[in-house]
């Protein structure tokens, strides 16, 4: 977790913490919102160094995938 941007701003740190989450997870339309929550409460991007994940539409699926009911 080093490489999770440092902030005083706990809501910030919250959304970042959450927006995380849901790259992994795959869900696209729920990350968006939360940039749009970030950039309401002036957050920006750091510039140049930071590393950049692939869109979420790209990565592979992450996790245990959950198995169908089962059916008798």
């Known amino acids: 977790m080093s490489d999770e941007p440092q902030t005083r701003d706990t809501m910030i740190a919250a959304l970042l913490r959450e927006r995380e989450g849901l790259v992994q997870r795959g869900l696209p339309d729920r990350v968006k919102q939360v940039d749009e929550q970030l950039k309401i409460r002036g957050y920006k991007k ?25 059916t008798t």
């Open 46 to 70: 750091p510039a140049g160094g930071a590393k950049q994940q692939a869109p979420a539409e790209t990565q592979p699926p992450q996790g245990r995938q959950q198995q169908p009911p089962a």
